[in-house]
């Protein structure tokens, strides 16, 4: 019978992947928000420092320092670093002229100094503004800072006049409060907010895999209940289709005794094998019908064969057809219930039985091989149709004049569904061969 992934099961796996790419997620965005809020935050400070160190150094005519370095002691020089110093948060300037020497600093021992490759300095001298915040730095010219060492760094170019040439570099360490309070709440309402929104996402995708899980059960007990039905289904087809036969021939006997009366006697043997294989079909059907949890889920391949011989070899002798059989004494047992198994062999061999003539050959072969049972049902009469064969598996389809088309479908089909295949394909030199084959099931330990 067809199953289906345990709901509970696909709900664990789905909400732990889905509950993981939440997280993900959420801390990914927080992180790149929080990094973009400190970058426009910090730049955006530098930004306010650089229009006011420009507008000072406008005012006092700074720009002449930095192209003479020796009139760094003239008093609007001074005058100019001394607004510059009285910047809230400053811990340190460090004026620096093009060729990266510091000119003048509130550290009066790094006057002079050349230090090494610098980034950030010749960003600032390119044009452009630098903000970033430094912790426990190992460059050279933070040495000499001391500490705390956590700070914000500002490369501010100065231009000779608006948008004029640069001439320096006005490098600012300030520690502000405001901003880092700022920062620091903007960070906290940042993750706040992701782990708001990731729990929310998690609860809504848990409520959502709630109703799923619901309607996979649901739809489960429909798909069980179904397959359940369409197996009773299967097996009163298999069963009426094959009771047509025995019914046919007991009529037949009766037709004929009645048009030639006491002069053609009645074949009593004949009825009771007849009627002795309706009743077992029957009895069989009750069986599995009565108790499907009941129902055997191996069966032994080799009795199966023996009971197909025994009902089949009768009528072909009867027939004047020759009847072959070959299987050895050990065949396994396969995932199939035997009155199925035993309906599609009568299927298969009723219709090689009514495609040969007086003197044709049925013959009934059984073997395994890597796992696998392969039964052939071959005979020697008139072959497959030249149109249609595709159709041959296929419900209602029939080239029988009095053919209901059901047989070699619902053989098909209980072979699929343990998990196996049929196969109809001609025979040599003439004729149709059956292939059954079934993945056999390990030995019982019993």
Known sequence: MTTVGRPAAITRWFMIAGSIGVALFAIGMAWLLDAFIESRLLHRDAELSRDFVQSVADTQKAAEAFRHPERASDPDFVEFLAHVAAMPDVLRINAYTTEQRVLWSSSPEMIGQTFGHNDELEEALAGEVVANFDAESDKSEHVMLGSPREFVENYIPVHAARNGPIVGVIELYRRPVALTQALAE??????????????LLVLSLLWFVRRIERALGEQQRRLVDNEALAMVGELSAAVAHNIRNPLGSIRSAAELTRELGPTMPLDHEEVIRHVDRIEHLVRTLLTSAGDPTGRPHRCAVRPVLEAARARIAPDLAAQHKQFSHDWPDQLGEVALDDILLTQSLASVLTNAAEATRSGDQVSLRASQADGQLRIVVEDSGIGLPTTGREQLLQPFF????????????????????AGGSLRIEPATPHGTRV????????????
């Open 186 to 199: 903007g960070q906290r309402r940042i993750w706040g907010a992701a782990l708001l929104g990731g729990s």
């Open 398 to 417: 029939t080239t029988k004049p009095r053919g209901l088309g059901l047989g070699l479908p619902l053989a098909r089909r209980a072979m699929e569904r």
């Open 435 to 446: 292939v059954l084959s079934l993945p056999l099931l390990p030995a019982s330990p019993t």
